[in-house]
């Protein structure tokens, strides 16, 4: 059965004003892929997911690599800042000085799946980077959306942890586009990989159809460091 198309792509350069940063880009998303989005630093992952971020706009939920965080507020606050511009002006008020009964409710469960259970009144700024990390998940997952991006939303926790987190995404969201550094992960966890190098998607194939080696060949530094270690 052929799969849904949610964006298609075809000879899109993307940079910022004059500088080009992927060029001449042509790719598909379709309704169930679980994608991985692979490259050096600076390869465009970010640019990529915002250029998808923009053309989806609300189908997609957006889990940032900062994070976007407010520190001094609550985790409670910060994840229900996802389906902010649901709700009135005055009921978000309401909810910041007395948390909707709902909306606790469910941000709690979302909290509990997260591994983030009794935190929900602390302030952000009080948390461990991995914890952070959770919460921006957290706020991504509340916003309902039809397919999930991430920029790195499992950089910063073991891979135990990270496997975890990205079942939890799948959950919800049949359709992801996560940008990541574990190759080992892309291989297992996701079913296509698009990986950029030199301004170009060099890879955008099934994940059973490549090797680590195909994908190290994204990083310009790796034969450096194979050959140092050999
Ligand atoms: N707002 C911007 N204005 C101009 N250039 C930018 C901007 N954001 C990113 N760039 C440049 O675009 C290129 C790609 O950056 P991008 O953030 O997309 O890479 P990335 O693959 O996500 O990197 P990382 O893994 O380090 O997050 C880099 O050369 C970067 O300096």
Redesign the pocket.
């Known amino acids: 059965m052929s799969q849904a198309t949610l964006l298609d792509l075809r000879d899109a350069n993307l940079g910022?004003g004059d500088?080009v940063?992927v060029s001449r880009l042509s790719l598909t998303l379709r309704a169930g892929e679980r994608i991985a989005l692979l490259?050096a630093?600076?390869?465009?992952?970010?640019?990529l997911l915002a250029e998808l971020r923009q053309r989806l706009a609300e189908r997609a939920a957006w889990c940032p690599?900062s994070h976007g965080l407010v520190p001094q507020l609550a985790v409670y606050h910060n994840v229900y800042m996802g389906r902010l511009e649901r709700h009135s002006a005055l009921a978000n008020l309401c909810n910041l000085l007395r948390p909707n009964r709902r909306a606790w409710a469910e941000i709690s469960e979302l909290c509990r799946e997260l591994g983030l259970d009794g935190l929900l009144k602390r302030p952000v700024g009080q948390l461990s980077g991995g914890q952070r990390q959770r919460v921006a998940i957290a706020r991504a997952l509340y916003q309902q959306r039809e397919l999930f991006l991430g920029d790195?939303p499992v950089a910063s926790v073991d891979p135990h942890q990270a496997l975890r987190l990205l079942a939890l995404i799948d959950k919800r969201h049949a359709t992801s586009v996560i940008?990541l550094h574990q190759r080992e992960l892309a291989l297992t966890h996701f079913n296509r990989v698009w990986g950029?190098r030199d301004g170009r998607l060099a890879i955008d194939a099934p994940a059973d159809e490549l090797t680590l080696a195909d994908l190290d060949r994204l990083y310009p530094d790796a034969h450096d460091a194979n050959d140092a270690e050999g």
Request: proline share 0%; aromatic share 6%; no cysteine.
């Open positions: 910022y500088s940063v490259g630093s600076g390869a465009g992952k970010s640019t690599q790195e940008a950029l």
